[in-house]
């Protein structure tokens, strides 16, 4: 006995994936360039040169890179006073969590109504 409709399903489920994964991308990318304008907005501004050096770019994987300059070396471990980053990520860490959910939720939507 077979389902009715189950290879119908499983074609949405097996395209689901590859849309969550854009959406989400998106939403990162987007969360991430509010990340780096919120900080740009609370980094001590003494010549305006730190401000220049916060920057952020989309990696392959479809993850978001924000890079605060010289005065966060967080890979080699001295990482240095960075005031401005986490208030920024504790202003804004509900809404990206938000975001990245309606991105899922409108995926699976467009997945089964489209």
Known sequence: MSVIGADKVMRKLSRLDRKVKAE?????????EELIAISKVLIPKRTGESVKNIKGKRLQDG??????????????????PRPFVNPALK????RFK????????????ASFNG
């Open 63 to 80: 993850s978001y890179l924000c890079d605060f300059g010289e005065g966060a070396k967080v890979i080699e471990g001295d990482r240095g």
């Open 24 to 32: 989400v991308d998106l939403a990162n990318q987007k969360s991430g």
């Open 91 to 94: 202003v804004s860490r509900k």
């Open 98 to 109: 938000a975001r990245a959910k309606r991105a899922v939720n409108k995926a699976v939507k």
